[in-house]
């Protein structure tokens, strides 16, 4: 595999040209998050764009509220520069910090600002994109409105390489809020949190972020939540921990804050920190980002599953509350719960120690229980990452005549198989 690194739309479309010619296939790559937890299956490609110099922000429009960016530019970068100039941008993935827009934009990434914002797809005015031909399109426009039917912008986003190479978007930027508070509740268990999280839902307001991580992801990073001020309730009780963001006009942040103080303490044993000092502020949401990698790093062997459940399902007892006690031991086998709990969106970690089998068995089979349990609920499986993923069974697929359609839009975009997603 050749691995280039174009600098220009035009490059882009000469090699893709080429590529085409001469019956060889082609991967994108921008900051390669994805591969750290969805090892690639399949034959390799001849070549492999990577993005890394197609980083430019190229402009900030204040009064037009976009930004212009080139596909391998950093998403925190992004955010960063709306910040310099009191805009926003919202879409979050926790990986953000290494991952592009141009990847984003293909995953269609969402995160923990979703529940008020929306993800990426909501936050894209166009695309330039270089079709398999090389022909170079634009979709969309640098406006809030550009199509009055079928959007072409939207159905790209989400497509992973499938359709050709995106080389740089129009991204749509709010005005900075004026006031922002994060608060840390922690609480006596996982059904706590979740009671809590849906208090605030049903009360009315709609926060920024509600993310809600159990014991299991706490033991992580134990001392650096401790530091924060979450108490140590002791390893084998239940625990969880609660990040709230409120943002908006300072007054109704104020009127915001007070009413999730009075909703939690009607929980027993609840905690609420509220985070004044920016740097405590950046240390929680930096611990909510590295969870994903710190338990990665725990467990050479792991396995994760992505579902989605309506809510105020989330506080029925799953059972991420009663794990086996094994698993709470601070070795590599264990089991951890993380959930955008205002959306409903849950990741379910299993992290095995190969030389403990029995414990590594025990865990899989909690986590397919769980799923299980979840499914009966109405949930669905989204995805399942990471090297033992095969062990959570199966993903739901789309009914076979959807995934024929998307087959022939494919051909039609790609009619000599030159992409590889
Ligand atoms: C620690 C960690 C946390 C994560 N958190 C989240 C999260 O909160 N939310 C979430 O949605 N995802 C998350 N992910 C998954 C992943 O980070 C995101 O999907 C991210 O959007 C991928 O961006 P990237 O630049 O790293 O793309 P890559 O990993 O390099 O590529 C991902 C896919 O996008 C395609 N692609 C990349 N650039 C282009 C381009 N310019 N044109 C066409 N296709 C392209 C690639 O072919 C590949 O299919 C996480 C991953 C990790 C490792």
Redesign the pocket.
Known sequence: MQVVQPATTQEIAELLRSAQAKGASV????????????PAEGAASDLL?D?SR?NRIESIEKGNLLARAE??T??AAVQAAAEAEGLFYPP?????E???????????????RQLKYG??RDFVLGLE?VLPSGEHIRTGADMQKSVAGYDMTRFLVG?????????GAVLRLLPKPQGRRTILCSLPSWTAGAAVALAVLKSGMTPAALELLDLHCLEVDREAWTSLGAPWRGAVGAESVLLIELDGVEASVNRQHAQVERLSADTAGALVLSLTEPDEVSRAWELR?????RL?AGSPTWAMALAAIVPDKLLLPFSSDEPPVSLISNGPTRVACFAHAGTGVLHLFVGIDPAKERDGDEAIALVRRMLQRLRDLGAKLLRT?GPARRLLGEEEAPASALMERLAAAQRSFDPKGV???
């Open positions: 991967a994108v790559r921008g900051g390669r998050t994805l591969e750290q937890i969805l764009f993005m197609m596909a391998g950093i998403t979050d993935p926790t990986s953000l290494t991952s592009t827009i141009g990847g984003n934009i293909a995953c269609s990434a969402t995160g923990p993800g990426t994109v497509s992973g390489a499938r359709f050709g190479v995106v080389t980002r590295r969870l994903l990698p990665m990452y992409m590889i997603p």
